[in-house]
């Protein structure tokens, strides 16, 4: 008897604990699924992660390509690339002096940069080769101008200051070149910075004898017409080195870095190729877009300016010659001027 109550009390504690259980038990054991778990939350989740997910590592998907970064100067290589300004694929910096774009290459802030022939060779030295001469762009641009009539021949330079721009580049060394060919000594050339200085300058009366380039040249003309052209350097060259010779007054080079991607290069050289084109055969459009660059300041300024700018676009084989020659005339004249070397073949781009 005392075994059956024992029992009985033991039954009656699990059924007391069992329906304890049930009135505590969390809701998921009533059937209901947790929010978290749920297939629709779990979805949910999962939709914000891949799509949250692009927005914190993915690169910008506009498609479009940085723009080229080239630096030029105010003056006949700025004008030749003048189509290049509107292009979506460059990046055009227009600069007063070949010292503003020096450090740019150097630094590699710019891909592309139109500059003084020598100084390419500086550059090329300087760097170890980390730049290629792709094109010939500006031939022979200089011209004594003079406020009087005193000057008529590079013999009646001595004894006189000039005025000029581009110390230490090709401006300096072809005017020395041509000063010692004909055994004038005593002159006394000043140097300013920047080419738009000299010309405001010079039209103001403040500057007897200047020493300019195109188009700076036609600028002076139109302010004071008492200022005429005297010497055309690129002459004065011709009767030292003969009549087929020219003076290739600047270059266009590339980064090697930029140089590497042949699709890029073939681009610019077709895009500059036909800006050159543009300038040359349709002087009175182009004369407008260089206006509105800022290059120069009027349209028949620029107009009168155009065909004496020397502006080209020669590449490959025909630029190595031209340069070349250039290159050994400098060297002989003073090794400085192409920074202590020769180049070697491997500064020139062949397309």
């Known amino acids: ?82 189509r290049l300004f509107s292009n979506e694929a460059y990046e055009v910096s227009l600069l007063s002096s070949p010292d503003e774009i020096t450090p740019k290459i150097i630094n590699k802030e710019v891909s592309v940069a139109t500059i003084p022939s020598n100084l390419a060779a500086v550059l090329y030295n300087k760097m170890q080769g980390g730049i290629s001469v792709v094109a010939v762009n500006t031939m022979g641009v200089l011209y004594i101008l003079e406020n009087g009539d005193t000057v008529e021949s590079v013999a009646d330079l001595a004894g006189k200051t000039i005025y000029a721009t581009g110390q230490g580049s090709t401006p300096e060394f072809a005017l ?53 052209v005297k010497i055309d350097i690129n002459e004065e060259w011709q009767k030292i080195f003969g009549e087929d010779a020219g003076m290739p007054m600047g270059v266009t080079v590339v980064l090697n870095d930029f140089a590497a991607d042949k699709a890029a290069m073939e681009k610019l050289i077709a895009d500059y190729s036909q800006s050159v084109e543009y300038v040359t055969t349709d002087p009175d459009a182009a004369a407008a877009d260089i206006v509105a660059a800022g290059i120069v300041g009027a349209e028949p300024i ?35 001027s192409l920074g202590g070397a020769l180049p070697d073949d491997a500064i020139y781009y062949m397309p």
């Open 1 to 82: 008897m005392k075994r059956v109550w024992m029992a009985a009390v033991a039954l009656l504690m699990v059924i007391l604990m069992m329906a304890a259980c049930a009135e505590n038990a969390p809701a998921e054991t009533a059937g209901q699924t947790p929010a978290a778990e749920s297939p629709a939350a779990t979805a949910e989740t999962a939709a914000t992660t891949e799509t949250a997910a692009p927005d914190e590592t993915a690169e910008p998907t506009s498609g479009a390509s940085e723009p080229v970064k080239v630096a030029t100067l105010a003056g006949p290589t700025g004008m030749g690339m003048i």
């Open 302 to 336: 620029a107009k009168a300016a155009i065909p004496r700018c020397g502006i080209s676009f020669i590449t490959g084989e025909a630029c190595k010659a031209i340069l070349s020659d250039y290159f050994q005339v400098m060297f002989e004249s003073d090794p400085k």
């Open 176 to 228: 020395k070149k041509i000063l010692a060919a004909n055994g004038v000594e005593n002159v006394t050339v000043e140097y300013l910075g920047a080419h738009a200085d000299l010309a405001n300058a010079m039209a103001a009366g403040d500057v007897t004898l200047a020493l300019l380039p195109e188009p700076f040249v036609s600028t002076v003309l139109a302010k004071n017409a008492d200022i005429k």
